[in-house]
């Protein structure tokens, strides 16, 4: 299994990125994918979910500014992030709901300036 996330980047607050992981090794259509985020001395978040049949939840911290999306012609799922707040800088990673433990990429680095 091979996760890679890309689209990182600085932002000013208020601004927007999108970020995008492709996924390899896996039944990508079949899996539940996930966006996870840590932000530094902290615990690694669940950030969004989307399942394999489009049902989507988000953690109460990105109601309303984060939407996830899944193409799984390309089998890559996205994560648009709007309304960006100095509070979502972290290294954002995805991988499935049910976590491919040794999967883990480098994540994506997102740092939004205040």
């Known amino acids: 299994v091979q996760l890679v996330e890309s689209g990182g980047g600085l932002v000013q607050a208020g601004g927007s990125l999108r970020l995008s992981c492709a996924a390899s090794g896996i039944i990508f259509r079949f899996t539940a994918m996930a966006w996870y985020r840590q932000a530094p001395g902290k615990q690694r978040d669940l950030v969004a979910t989307?399942?394999?049949?489009?049902?989507?939840n988000y953690a109460d911290s990105v109601k309303g500014r984060f939407t996830i999306s899944r193409d799984n012609a390309k089998n890559t799922v996205y994560l648009q992030m709007n309304s960006l707040k100095p509070e979502d800088t972290a290294v954002y990673y995805c991988?499935?709901?049910?976590?491919?433990?040794?999967?883990w990429g480098q994540g994506t680095q997102v740092t939004v300036s205040s």
């Open positions: 991988n499935a709901v049910r976590p491919f433990v040794d999967a």
């Open positions: 989307i399942t394999s049949g489009g049902d989507i």
